[in-house]
Structure formats: C-alpha cells, structure tokens
C-alpha cells in the first residue's frame, strides 16, 4: 500500500513569509503526527492529530499550527518565518497513534532565507 | 525541549565490525524505540521495546530496555555497507496510544568496505 506522502518535498521561503505543508497519510489511519528536524535540535515533536482534533502539542510557539482533515489528511502552517524555522518537516502516520506503529513519510525541506 | 543523550555522535567502522550506541535519559519512558533515517528518508522503525530489561532482536540487530526504564542501547554486529545513516533512539511518554516521541540527538554510522 501507498506510504505517507508529503508535499512539496522542497520549498524556500524568505523571513516573514508564512508556509503550509501537507502529510497524506497511509490509508486507513487515522493519526497524523509532526516533527522538526535540525543539525542542532534534533528531532522535535510538533503536535499529533487524531480525528481532525488536536490530541497532543509540542513546544513550539504559535506560529506553528496545524489542522486535520475528514480523510486524515494534514497540513501545518508555519506564519512569520525565521531564518530558524529551516528544518526537515517530517509527519508520521498510525491507526490510532501508538508510535510503535508510525509510519514517517520523506519530509519537506524547509529553507528560510 | 527535552532530548535524550544519544552516543556516540558518530561511529567510522570497518565493515565487519560490531557496533554499539546508547541513550540516557533523566525521565522514565513506557517504552524504548531505534529508527534509522538513511538520506532523503524519514526516520524507519527498527526495534521497540515496552518492558524493562527486554532484550530484543531483529536479524542482526539487538535492543534492551534498561532497568532502571531510563536508558537503552543498541548493537549492531557484524556490519555491512548498507548499515550506513543516523540511528535515532526515541523514548515514549503516555498511555498505549496517545502521547509525544522524545528523540536523541543520532548516531551517524559509516561503514568502510
């Protein structure tokens, strides 16, 4: 069956520049959870949706939101871009969220100039 | 945010060799996960483990969940070319189905033919 899918794979945007990226996920699941990936922070969570609802949020200023879909399908939106907000976007998918049954797609990578 | 103590940063091997890493942390996890990331990839879930001192395998791979519920490591044996990418512990927080991923920083792994 098809994998998790995020588009775009790449984008570069210029400080003060507002950003949405989109995670399909695998079919049939229903979580879709967010993560940030830097040289220095590592990986970080974001926030996980399950059933178009918010059911856990990271530390991240609310600049970063995001929003589910009927068909599980998310989007993040990043407004008022930094220069650190450059990051590999990942989004993980599972049937009900355990992370031992996530599933990561490829990331869109973020360049903020 | 909170990070586990992943190490070594980064391991140069022969191919053949076995290998080591391991994560620390100050907080007790309900379970224990390794991913490995090869480039351009997201994150892909090799072992987890969800008991205290739980040693498990998968084909050359081995865990164990520490007793202590506050560390983990990784071994790798006999490694081969394909081995190569960042392995990444991660350790979970909340109940069966619902909570937050903390990674560690990675083990960036290269092996030499």
């Known amino acids: 069956k098809a994998g998790v899918t995020q588009t775009p794979r790449y984008l570069i945007k210029t400080r003060g520049q507002q950003v949405t990226l989109s995670c399909s996920p695998i079919?049939?699941?229903?979580?879709v959870s967010w993560y940030q990936q830097t040289p220095g922070q590592g990986l970080q969570f974001l926030f996980e949706y399950f059933s178009e609802t918010q059911r856990n949020k990271g530390n991240f200023p609310g600049r970063f939101s995001g929003r589910q879909f009927s068909n599980s399908r998310s989007e993040m939106n990043v407004s008022t871009l930094e220069l650190g907000d450059s990051a590999l976007y990942l989004c993980?998918?599972?049937?009900?969220?355990?992370?031992?049954?996530?599933?990561f797609g490829p990331g869109t990578r973020l360049t903020v100039l | 945010g909170q990070q586990l103590n992943q190490s070594p940063q980064s391991m140069f091997i022969q191919e053949g060799e076995d290998v080591s890493m391991n994560c620390t942390s100050s907080s007790i996890f309900n379970t224990w996960l390794w991913y490995k990331q090869d480039p351009g990839e997201g994150p892909v879930l090799l072992i987890a483990?969800?008991?205290?001192?739980e040693l498990t395998s998968n084909g050359r791979l081995t865990a164990q969940f520490g007793i202590t519920r506050k560390d983990s490591f990784l071994n790798i044996s006999a490694s081969i070319p394909s081995d190569v990418g960042i392995y990444f512990c991660a350790g979970y927080h909340g109940s069966s189905n619902t909570g937050k991923l903390i990674f560690g920083q990675g083990t960036t792994l290269q092996v030499k033919p």
């Open positions: 483990l969800y008991k205290a001192g």
């Open positions: 079919s049939g699941h229903r979580s």
């Open positions: 993980a998918s599972s049937r009900g969220g355990a992370p031992d049954t996530q599933y």
